[in-house]
């Protein structure tokens, strides 16, 4: 199982990134995909996900609103749409797996796969 993110860089507060994950060799209508961040000293919180099966969407509070989370079938991939960005938005984003259908966000325990990340850094 293979997952590369790409579309990480630099924005300005109030700009916009677009992230993708896009899988390889997975059973990918049976996983929920996840979007995790890593700031630097912090530790790794889930910001998004998006249910395996019936497609359910959850966010922490500090994107909602802000943050969309989306897949298709078909292509095998996930992409989080990030607007309004704000300077604490600056992380690492990582793409990660959960097998089957949730409620909520999942723990980094939870994650049976994981992406290398992209750096996300939002200037003022």
């Known amino acids: 199982v293979q997952l590369e993110e790409s579309g990480g860089g630099y924005a300005r507060t109030g700009g916009s990134l677009k992230l993708s994950c896009v899988t390889s060799?997975?059973?990918?209508?049976?996983?929920?995909i996840a979007w995790f961040r890593q700031a630097p000293g912090k530790e790794r919180e889930a910001v998004s996900c998006?249910?395996?099966?019936?497609?359910?969407?959850y966010y922490s509070e500090s994107v909602k609103g802000r943050f969309f989370i989306s897949k298709d079938y078909g292509e095998e991939t996930s992409w989080l749409q990030m607007n309004s960005l704000k300077p604490e938005d600056t992380a690492i984003y990582y793409c990660?797996?959960?097998?089957?259908?949730?409620?909520?966000?999942?723990?980094?325990?939870?994650?049976?796969?994981w992406g290398k990340g992209t750096q996300v850094t939002v200037f003022s």
């Open positions: 990660a797996t959960v097998y089957g259908s949730r409620w909520g966000l999942p723990q980094s325990s939870e994650v049976q796969f």
């Open positions: 060799g997975l059973a990918f209508r049976d996983a929920t």
């Open positions: 998006v249910s395996a099966q019936d497609l359910s969407t």
